[in-house]
C-alpha cells in the first residue's frame, strides 16, 4: 500500500509576506538541502533496491496504452490542422483576406487558439471545483502513486500531451521557421512534456490543472491577437475595427500576462512548493520534487523572457502608434535578415 506523500502544513501566515524576495530565498534553500542531502529523498513507497523506473511501472499499469493514446492524439491534431487548414486556407484566399506569406504563421495562430480555448475551458471547469489557486496549499498535499486520476482530469493530460508532441512536430515541419523563437518554443514544448510527464507519473496532476489554467487564456488571448495582424483588410470601416480588436487584444495580453504568468504562478503554485518544501524535511519531499519544482522555474524564466518582448513591443506602440503593435517574432525575422546582410 502505497502511503501519502503530504507534507506538514506551514503556518498560515506564509503567505502573507509573498515576494520574489522571498521566493529566491527559499529556492536557494531548497538547492542547498538537496546537495547536501545523501539520500535525495528516497520514496517511502519504494521496495528495497527499486528504481523510480520501477515504481512507476509497477503504479501506472496502463502506461503502454496511455502512450499509445497520446501518440494517436498527436496524429490526430496533424490530420485535423491539415485538414482545417485547406478549408480555411482556400476560403481566406477567396476573398483576399490574406497574403500567401502569412499562410503558415496565420494557420498556426488559428489551431493554438482553438485548442487552448478547449484546453482552457476543461481546466476552469476543474480549478473552479478544486480551488487551487485559492488554497495552493492543496497542491502538494494528501497525493500517493496509487491514487486513481479523475476522468476529467485524464482527457486534459491526453489533449495537452498530445498537443505538445504535435507542436514539437510542428516547429521543424509544418511552422515557419525563425531561428531563436523556433528554438526557444521547441524547448518550451519539451518542457512542457517532462512536466506533465512526471506529474501524471507522480499523480501530481493538481498543479499541472492549475498551470493550464493560468497560462492558456494567455495564450488564447495572444493567437487570436497573431490572427488579427495577419489579416489583409482593404475596407476602411473593417479596418479601424481590426484595429480596435488589436488594441484590445494586447492591452489584456499585457495584464493577463503578467497577473498570471508573472504574479500567480512564481508566487501561488511556485512559492506554495517552497513554502512546503523548506517547511519540511527532505525525507518528505515526494520523489522527482527537485526536478519538477525546477522545470517549474524554468517556465518562469521562459514567461519572464516572453514577458520583456512584450514590454519591448508595448514601448514600440507608445512611441510609433498601434501600427507598431506586431508579432514579436517578426522583430527576429529582421534581425536574421540584417544579420545575413
Known amino acids: 500500500m502505497s502511503a501519502p506523500f503530504s507534507f506538514n502544513l506551514p503556518p498560515t501566515d506564509s503567505f502573507a509576506n509573498a515576494s520574489y524576495f522571498d521566493l529566491y530565498d527559499r529556492t536557494i534553500q531548497i538547492f542547498s538541502t538537496w546537495i547536501q542531502d545523501e539520500q535525495h529523498s528516497r520514496n517511502p513507497s519504494a521496495k528495497e533496491d527499486e528504481s523510480y523506473i520501477d515504481i512507476f511501472a509497477r503504479f501506472n499499469p496502463t502506461i503502454v496504452t496511455d502512450i499509445c493514446w497520446v501518440l494517436f ?22 476573398y483576399e483576406l490574406l497574403n500567401p506569406k502569412n499562410k503558415k504563421r496565420f494557420m498556426e495562430s488559428m489551431y493554438s487558439c482553438i485548442f487552448y480555448m478547449g484546453s482552457f475551458y476543461v481546466a476552469y471547469s476543474i480549478e ?5 489557486l485559492k488554497y495552493p496549499l492543496r497542491l502538494w498535499q494528501g497525493f500517493t502513486f496509487a491514487d486513481t486520476m479523475p476522468s476529467l482530469v485524464q482527457f486534459l493530460y491526453f489533449m495537452e500531451v498530445s498537443h505538445y508532441i504535435h507542436s514539437s512536430y510542428a516547429v521543424f515541419f509544418v511552422n515557419q521557421w525563425i531561428h531563436l523563437d523556433s528554438i526557444i518554443m521547441f524547448i518550451h514544448h519539451i518542457f512542457a512534456l517532462l512536466l506533465l510527464a512526471i506529474s501524471y507519473l507522480t499523480k501530481m496532476h493538481r498543479v499541472a490543472v492549475l498551470i493550464v489554467y493560468l497560462f492558456d487564456i494567455c495564450d488564447i488571448i495572444m493567437e487570436f491577437g497573431k490572427c488579427l495582424l495577419k489579416l489583409q483588410l482593404t475596407r476602411p470601416i473593417v479596418i479601424k475595427m481590426v484595429e480596435m480588436f488589436k488594441i484590445i487584444c ?20 511556485i512559492h506554495s512548493a517552497a513554502v512546503c518544501f523548506t517547511h519540511n524535511p527532505i525525507e518528505l519531499w ?5 526536478t519538477l519544482y525546477s522545470l517549474l522555474l524554468l517556465l518562469f524564466l521562459l514567461n519572464l523572457y516572453w514577458g520583456l518582448l512584450l514590454l519591448r513591443v508595448l514601448f514600440k506602440a507608445l512611441i510609433g502608434g498601434t501600427e507598431e503593435i506586431e508579432d514579436i517574432r517578426d522583430a527576429d525575422i529582421q534581425s536574421q535578415r540584417h544579420k545575413n546582410e
Not at 473552479?128 to 487551487?132: N, V, W
Not at 494586447?250 to 503554485?269: A, S, T
Open 73 to 94: 492524439g498527436a496524429f490526430m491534431f496533424t490530420l485535423i490542422r491539415y485538414l482545417l487548414t485547406n478549408i480555411v486556407i482556400k476560403f481566406m484566399f477567396k
Open 286 to 290: 515526494f520523489p522527482l520534487s527537485i
Open 128 to 132: 473552479q471545483k478544486e480551488q487551487y
Open 250 to 269: 494586447f492591452g489584456n495580453l499585457i495584464f493577463f500576462w503578467f497577473f498570471f504568468r508573472l504574479y500567480q504562478f512564481p508566487l501561488k503554485v
